[in-house]
């Protein structure tokens, strides 16, 4: 008995040790969440554009440019080797923050142009109008510290599975070489192998035109990880997106396990509904096959915590009720053309893109989305009794 008391002494000890080595590294779990704000995550965005002149209201790739003293620092109006015009925003911290950076920084492609121009021309925000791709790349980095390449991989498992989501979300593209149909998204569709190639969940890729990539930065900017597959678009869409990729980064700060796994098989499949379906998409939810209105409801339920850390303005979560309602900006584009040919097939690209023209300028002025719509004659749903986080979605 006398031989194992310095055991039971040594044992105790280390007990004690241990428990209070817990402790500690519970107290520094819970201070890293509460510091894990909304703030904690930096989005940058790369913006494609195709052009309208407005005498003509001819849809083309021509470039121009606002005047150099309307650059602010951080963003830059620049070239796209492919479409055109591009625009890079400046950084920015918070989804509030950003639709109004977005908004000022693309207007002025429209009010600050160079006094030496004759023509005026105004952006055109579609994924895609006659053979060339214009696309959203949205950077998500750390704000106060490096991303370094293992973090990225871990950040890119969690968001892998979610792009179907996102692309069903902002698919914008239903014309391809001046003709409409019924995809979605004709850029990912044609453009998936060059510009947009699919990744696996499990590996992280550094080649530039991946999907979802590591880029490894500059002097002007540091490393992100880079999605490229939204189409162009308004300013709304793409901070849903944002939202979505901010509400998975705050759940992978925070150290909480991801909700949604998918097989590469399941992912393919998925994405590709997204791409042709849009909002008539099936996904997976894990293994489960779900609808998107069913999708929406279950990351908004699944994700709240983070969601309402985000303090998403009502214009943003609008398009999430739309998007339940099998609408997207892609149906939107969709209506308007056909509205354009009914009323005379000969001019319709022209009588859309005065429409459109009189409608970007409103949405950029301030206005919103379904003033955006109703500008290019089209009628969106009513969404008063349409609520996002649904408990008729399982799993």
């Known amino acids: 008995m006398v031989a194992q008391l310095p055991l039971f002494h ?26 894990c704000s909304e703030r904690t995550v ?89 053979d060339r791709f214009a696309g959203s790349h949205i950077h998500v980095a750390l704000a106060k510290k490096k991303l370094d390449p293992k973090q990225a991989q871990r950040l890119a498992r969690c968001l892998h599975s979610h792009i179907p989501f996102i ?6 593209s239903p014309v391809w070489r ?16 060059t510009y947009c190639k699919i990744t696996k969940g499990s590996e992280l890729s550094k080649h530039r035109y991946s999907e979802l990539t590591l880029n490894a930065g500059g002097k002007r900017k540091p490393p992100t ?62 293994h489960h096959v779900i609808t998107v209105a069913q999708y929406a409801d279950l990351f908004f339920r699944k994700y709240k915590d983070e969601l309402d850390q985000l303090h998403i303005p009502g214009e ?15 149906t939107v584009i969709r209506r308007a053309v056909q509205r354009s040919l009914w009323s005379h097939r000969p001019t319709w690209e022209r009588r859309f893109a005065k429409r459109y023209a009189h409608a970007i300028e409103s949405l950029l002025d301030g206005n919103t989305f379904a003033t955006f719509a109703k500008t290019l004659g089209v ?5 008063d009794r349409t609520w996002l986080g649904r408990k008729e979605a399982r799993w």
């Not at 001046?178 to 192998?193: A, E, F, H, I, Y």
């Not at 398009?319 to 099998?326: A, N, R, S």
Request: proline share 4%.
């Open 167 to 172: 692309i069903a979300l902002t698919g914008n």
């Open 225 to 286: 990880l880079e999605l490229r597959v939204p189409d162009s678009g308004v300013p709304e869409y793409i901070l849903a997106a944002v939202c979505v990729i901010k509400a998975v980064a705050l759940r992978w700060l925070a150290g909480k396990p991801t909700l949604n796994h998918l097989s590469h098989e399941n992912y393919v499949v998925a994405r590709d509904q997204a791409v042709h379906y849009g909002p008539g998409a099936k996904l997976y939810w894990n």
């Open 379 to 383: 009628r969106l749903p009513n969404i």
């Open 316 to 330: 943003v979560i609008d398009l999430f009720k739309y998007l339940k309602k099998g609408w997207n900006q892609s």
């Open 10 to 35: 040594v044992s105790y000890t280390s007990f004690f040790q241990l428990m209070s080595f817990m402790s500690r590294k519970r107290r520094k779990t819970r201070l890293f969440r509460s510091r």
């Open 42 to 130: 930096s989005i940058g965005v790369e913006l494609e554009a195709y052009s309208i002149s407005i005498p003509d209201y001819k849809i083309s790739r021509s470039l121009h440019f606002p005047r150099r003293s309307a650059a602010e620092a951080g963003e830059r109006f620049t070239k796209d080797v492919s479409i055109g015009n591009e625009y890079n925003s400046k950084i920015f911290y918070t989804v509030r923050e950003a639709l109004f950076l977005l908004k000022n920084g693309l207007r002025k492609y429209i009010h600050y142009r160079a006094p030496r121009e004759r023509d005026r021309h105004t952006l055109f925000l579609v994924g895609g109008w006659t």
């Open 178 to 193: 001046d003709r409409l149909n019924q995809l979605n998204s004709n850029r990912l569709l044609l453009g998936t192998k």
